[in-house]
């Protein structure tokens, strides 16, 4: 078991450990795009009613994001081994329930389930990395690397969904966190070290509290981006904030909080997480809107878009290895905020395609995914490393749950951009029926499905006008994230690089930041 405040060079043991964690982590990515392909696939075995189709796609992410504090503390008291081997057995198990699944309900259940189990999964292989990785250095560099496996699995998704489902059925995908499970149950206990913290038991009432606070949120979110900021939405943020501001107040009176939230008065601990926020807003708006265009605009099959997306994939490997070692010389801070400056080529790439510029949009989004990984590899760092080795679980868990209102936000702000610009500038062909006009009025997968009812030039009239869209949700992107490059350079400038041995440790000296 690590000392804490023990700071020495990782050997075979360690690195064998990452590369055993990779496993989960990527198997975490793999199963969140891999749906998206399968849907029809499952729609038409198992008949789904619509509301049924958004609970199989929403189960998953929901429970993640709801229970990842919860997990991440339970971590810290139980062990995070522990913690790790019950998550990837649970796992294993809800995958088959899912591959097997006979009808639509059971798929939502088994989906929440495996929900349940991924929130134990993320927190737990990242306080690990904290836990064997005590070199600054190295940590940074493993970090980079679960960052990587997670984007590799989001990327291979599509792709290994629609081979196994042309292969065998939809349901195999699922199929393969079967041998994952079984090489990490057995590899864990020689590979890596099991660590908890000396707090007391769990408080269930913040537990429950969080995930009010959460569940909520990320729900409205969803719903405008499908719906339109409408009463539902605004009462479902509603509640989500009276729960988190009494789920805030409960940390603060409890001897043992479930979230130290003492941890943001530290400026290097907020800043890292207010960019990685930033930072998935853009990533998350911008990989919607660019899987739609390769399909509904370029006419890719999921699969073909897949592999469209492989090198902006790669360009998040270069960025999540490359940017620690970078970093060895050169402040986080520096590297970070140049990279997000960097980003904003891509985002203007973005803003002048037409129906016309698939290079250019992949491309632009390869720059996009570069500074996704070099933010997921040295702010998660940052986050990690400003908590004590005790509260790692909770910091980790905190840096997850960030990124996930990330992505939730940035499908629905950037998503809501193009839609509204897509419905305003629509025109209708005459020769429509009502019913029909409104199905491509709506949006561009409306009025995709009735390709054979129109002419090239109206279905060509739609790609341009949601393309115009996609143009204006990358400007305001980009804005954002050259605030928020500014911002990293001015509040993250002075850390030290990870090669010194004086690295800024923040919030592991103190709640408030002081040395």
């Known amino acids: 078991m690590v000392v804490a405040g023990e700071s020495r060079a990782a050997g075979w043991r360690e690195w064998s450990g990452l590369a055993l964690l990779a496993l989960p982590t990527m198997l975490l990515g793999l199963d969140v795009t891999a749906l998206y392909l399968v849907v029809p696939s499952l729609a038409v075995e198992l008949n789904p009613s619509a509301t049924e189709t958004l609970w199989i796609m929403d189960a998953y992410g929901f429970l993640i994001a709801g229970l990842l ?42 989906r929440a389930l ?97 995930l ?58 907020s800043a890292a997480l207010s960019v990685l926020l930033i930072g998935l807003v853009g990533f998350g708006g ?99 490393g400003a908590a004590p080795q005790d509260r790692a679980g909770s910091a980790a868990a905190l840096s997850e749950t960030v990124q996930e209102l990330g992505i939730a936000a940035g499908v629905a702000l950037l998503g809501s951009v193009t839609t509204a610009i897509y419905r305003g500038g629509i025109e209708v062909p005459s020769e429509l029926s009502a019913s029909a006009a409104a199905t491509y009025s709506d949006s561009l997968a409306g009025a995709s499905s009735l390709a054979s009812r129109i002419s090239g030039d109206a279905l060509e009239h739609a790609r341009t006008v949601f393309t115009i869209g996609l143009n204006t949700a990358a400007v305001a992107a980009g804005a954002a994230i050259a605030i928020a490059s500014l911002a990293c350079f001015v509040t993250l400038r002075r850390l030290q690089p990870l090669g010194d041995v004086d690295r800024h440790t923040e919030s592991a000296v103190s709640p408030t930041g002081s040395r």
């Open 69 to 110: 504090i919860t997990m991440g503390t339970l971590g810290d008291r139980i062990g995070r081994r522990r913690l790790l081997l019950i998550g990837v057995a649970v796992f294993a198990v809800a995958s088959v329930a899912v591959a097997f699944a006979p009808t639509a309900l059971w798929l939502i259940v088994a």
């Open 114 to 210: 495996l929900g349940v189990a991924g929130a134990t999964l993320m927190p737990s292989t990242l306080s690990l990395i904290s836990t064997m990785f005590t070199d600054p250095g190295q940590r940074a560099s493993a970090i980079g690397v679960w960052a990587t496996a997670f984007g590799l699995g989001m990327a291979a998704g599509p792709i290994v969904g629609g081979v196994l489902t042309a292969a065998l059925w939809w349901g195999a995908v699922f199929l393969i966190a079967v041998p994952v499970a079984v090489l990490v149950l057995a590899a864990a206990p020689t590979l890596l070290p099991e660590r908890r913290s000396p707090a007391g038991r769990l408080d269930l009432l913040s537990a429950g509290l969080s």
């Open 212 to 269: 009010v606070a959460i569940l909520p949120v990320i729900y409205a979110i969803k719903h405008a981006a499908s719906h339109g900021l409408g009463l539902t939405s605004v009462a479902a943020a509603a509640v989500g904030a009276v729960a988190a501001g009494a789920f805030v107040r409960r940390q603060l009176r409890l001897s043992e909080p479930l979230l130290d939230v003492r941890l943001f008065t530290g400026s290097t601990f």
């Open 286 to 384: 911008a990989m919607f809107l660019v899987t739609q265009y390769l399909q509904l605009v370029a006419g890719f099959s999921p699969t073909t878009a897949g592999l469209w997306m492989g090198p902006p994939a790669l360009a998040m490997l270069v960025g999540a290895i490359g940017a620690p070692l970078l970093a060895r010389r050169i402040s986080p801070g520096v590297v970070m905020a140049a990279t997000l400056a960097l980003s904003l080529l891509g985002y203007a790439s973005l803003a002048a395609a037409d129906t016309d510029s698939n290079g250019a949009v992949v491309g632009g989004f390869a720059l996009v995914y570069l500074g996704l990984g070099v933010i997921a590899a040295l702010g998660t760092d940052i986050v990690v």
